[in-house]
């Protein structure tokens, strides 16, 4: 069974672009979380998506959005890119409707705002 | 509010020998707690959780954790460590308000096993 995959893995912007991140989540989870990592704050909960809904967002700012395909495929878009949003940006997927908190995580996508 | 904290930044251990990773929560109600491990340029690999039952969790590559609750601990811990379990460690609580799969997380310990 193929891992949570993030697309790209690396990539650099300059700061007032956008960037648009991929998620493919393990087949059959339907459940997709994405979580900011930073050496300065760790890892942070950025949103979470079930059945193509956003069930519970982080505390971050309205540029950081995110969104659920049918397939269960989530990206998440941030604008206006600052030089703080460099970070590892994580998709972690669960099977279940019923949070477990067993996440199965992407290798991250790594953004490099300049 | 919930949160984990992990007091140690980084642990040395001499390979062979028993490794403990601290961590102490802070939660309301009952606690539901989790290690996950992240290799280098690599995303977090779960590696046990804690949500009822018996205090003695036990996870994946032989590691298990102890949960205890009059000191609001789970420590993360192997009898004998190889250089390859040497990683960055989280502890992790989940976020019990929400329900959903938002999880709280330490700021990591790195543990390096010296051969």
């Known amino acids: 069974k193929a891992g949570v995959t993030q697309t790209p893995r690396y990539l650099i912007k300059t700061r007032g672009q956008q960037v648009t991140l991929s998620c493919s989540p393990i087949s059959g989870h339907r459940s997709v979380s994405w979580y900011q990592q930073t050496p300065g704050q760790g890892l942070q909960f950025l949103f979470e998506?079930?059945?193509?809904?956003?069930?519970n967002k982080g505390n971050f700012p309205g540029r950081f959005s995110g969104r659920q395909f049918s397939n269960s495929r989530s990206e998440m878009n941030v604008s206006t890119l600052e030089l703080g949003d460099s970070a590892l940006y994580l998709c972690a997927s669960s099977p279940a409707a019923e949070n477990t908190g067993e996440l199965f995580f992407g290798e991250g996508s790594r953004l490099t705002v300049l | 509010a919930q949160s984990v904290a992990q007091p140690e930044d980084q642990v040395n251990v001499a390979e062979g020998n028993p490794l403990t990773v601290k961590c102490t929560y802070s939660?309301?109600?009952?606690?539901?707690l989790f290690w996950y491990v992240q290799y280098p340029n690599r995303g977090l690999q779960f590696l046990l959780k804690?949500?009822?039952?018996?205090?003695l969790v036990k996870g994946s590559y032989g590691f298990e954790a102890e949960f205890n609750k009059s000191q609001t601990s789970f420590h993360l811990k192997k009898p004998s460590a190889l250089v390859s379990d040497s990683a960055l460690y989280f502890c992790a609580v989940r976020d019990h308000q929400t329900g959903a799969n938002n999880l709280f997380f330490g700021t990591g310990t790195r543990l390096t096993v010296i051969p």
């Open positions: 939660v309301s109600g009952n606690p539901y």
């Open positions: 804690y949500i009822t039952g018996d205090n």
């Open positions: 998506y079930f059945s193509e809904t956003q069930r």
